[in-house]
């Protein structure tokens, strides 16, 4: 591989390739705790070959503020440095193996710990071995958190898993949404036909991708289209309800009746959460119901769905669900257990109140002055201020 015993690059290392390079770095920079990137590639190629290529840092750069209405349902943290880590590698002609030339090992950031350089996204990866248990112990009826607990055991520990429970969810989540169940198809296409038959105004829509595996599917029965008819104009959209076994966001379209029950005007199963499946499900959706847009939408802070709501339903208000608001309110607003304790016992419980004090703002006052000042003091009362200050570019 590289002449390096100690597995440290440096200046004069030789690899057969760009893969057995791209290898070396990504486990150094798992033993030194950093992220890395492959961040620049000369398109210059002989015989097939690229010349050079230069592995960095995954905190190279620096990321570009967009300016945007939108905003991010979770919020991340400024990870980019531009840290100029990195080892550049150049194609040797004669022999045809790429010769490290250029190595910079000082980075301007702090590393992982040994503790946490497992949780890494280079470093977590499913072996094929691995993956066959994951889907043996599915298909027992064991939970990815009772499967993920064990076969940490079996191994001494998360730290020698080498993927993390979230992998675990990911991996049965693109299986089952990229293949349905033998018969689990042809059973969904017979209920609908069924449907059809008993009404003629039974309406269903699918999606396929490039290899014809179906991804979103959309159905609506001639209750729904009625309701819609008749009380279509405010409607609330809401995905939070994806809590199946199968992993499948489960859409519906909600409305009120003139009882103020709740009503659904249309359901929807989709393949993920993307700006291309909710501009589909919306396009499909007015389609289905003559294009008649509606004049009102409530959705969550889903930067996507927030994105295809603009698109498609150009004339209507798109306001944001105070259910989710305060949701988020909760998580990101509520006190830490061991910061409460320490306020107690200091006698200045300052954000006992806090999630009152943001309700308020949200329904009491109408005057912008006053708002404006119960909002600052509010802020004062926030040891971080991020996820408040997003949702007041929003607060209109």
Not at 140 to 147: D, M, Q, R, T, Y
Not at 191 to 202: G, L, T, V, W
């Amino acid at each position: 591989m590289a002449n390096s015993v100690k597995g440290i690059p440096e200046v004069g290392m030789r690899f057969r390739n760009l893969d057995e390079a791209w290898i070396f770095w990504v486990a150094y920079g798992g033993r030194a705790g950093f992220e890395v990137r492959k961040r620049w590639t000369n398109k210059i190629k002989l015989d097939g070959k690229v010349t050079s290529c230069r592995y960095v840092c995954a905190n190279e750069g620096y990321r570009k503020k967009v300016e945007s209405e939108s905003v991010r349902k979770h919020f991340r943290a400024e990870t980019r440095t531009n840290c100029r880590a990195r080892m550049t590698l150049q194609l040797d002609r004669d022999s045809g193996n790429f010769n490290v030339i250029d190595v910079v090992l000082e980075h301007n950031h702090f590393l992982h710990l040994p503790q946490t350089r497992h949780l890494m996204a280079s470093q977590r990866k499913i072996s094929e071995f691995q993956a066959f248990e994951i889907e043996a112990a599915d298909d027992s009826g064991i939970g990815p958190k009772a499967a993920y607990e064990l076969a940490s055991r079996q191994v001494g520990g998360p730290f020698n898993l080498g993927y993390t429970c979230r992998d675990h969810k990911n991996l049965l989540q693109s299986k089952r949404q990229r293949e349905l169940a033998f018969g689990q198809a042809g059973s969904m296409l017979k209920y609908f036909h069924d449907k059809i038959a008993e009404n003629p105004s039974f309406q269903y829509a699918l999606q396929l991708d490039c290899e014809e595996h179906i991804t979103n599917i959309f159905w609506e029965d001639a209750k729904m289209m009625l309701d819609y008819a008749h009380f279509g104009d405010v409607v609330t959209f809401d995905t939070t309800f994806g809590t199946n076994k199968e992993y499948w966001p489960f859409g519906v379209f909600l409305g009120l009746n003139q009882f103020r029950e709740t009503i659904v005007f249309c359901v929807a199963l989709l393949f993920d959460e993307t700006f291309f499946s909710f501009k589909w499900l919306f396009d499909t959706f007015l389609a289905a119901h003559n294009g008649r847009q509606l004049r009102t939408i409530y959705t969550d802070q889903d930067a996507a769905m927030g994105k295809a709501v603009k698109v498609v339903f150009a004339e209507a208000y798109h306001g944001l669900c105070t259910f989710h608001i305060m949701q988020n309110a909760v998580r990101h607003l509520s006190p830490i257990k061991g910061e409460e304790d320490d306020e107690n016992e200091e006698g200045e419980d300052k954000e006992s109140h806090i999630l009152t004090d943001f309700a308020a703002c949200m329904y009491e006052y109408e005057d912008r002055a006053t708002f404006e000042e119960a909002f600052a003091n509010m802020r004062c009362k926030v040891h971080k201020q991020t996820w408040l200050d997003s949702i007041y570019k929003v607060k209109e």
